[in-house]
């Protein structure tokens, strides 16, 4: 049976990678909740955006994610530089 997220992913990224994801503000028509926290996104509040895939999460919903987990929480995108060639 395969696997649902890719290997290394269970390994947090590093502190200085987190930090240096996009931040944009959020704007009417996007994305509406955090898929992590199910909370829904104020206009023009600042989000989290995975470079990867775009998708959007609160900073500090995905910066703990990331903190343990080196994908995206809705797709599962790879974001470790070492293995993802988008990095």
């Known amino acids: 049976m395969a696997n649902a997220t890719p290997p290394g992913s269970s390994l947090g990224l590093d502190p200085n990678a987190i ?3 996009p931040i944009i503000l959020h ?5 509406t909740e955090c898929c992590i926290c199910l909370g829904v996104f ?8 995975l470079p990867q895939c775009n998708h959007i999460y609160h900073s ?3 910066d703990k ?3 343990s987990q080196s994908s995206c929480p809705l797709c599962r995108a790879c974001l470790n530089p070492f293995t993802s060639p988008l990095l």
């Open 19 to 21: 930090n240096n994801l």
């Open 27 to 31: 704007t009417k028509g996007e994305e």
């Open 42 to 49: 104020e206009d023009e509040e600042m989000v989290k955006v």
């Open 60 to 62: 500090q919903c995905v």
């Open 65 to 67: 994610w990331l903190g």
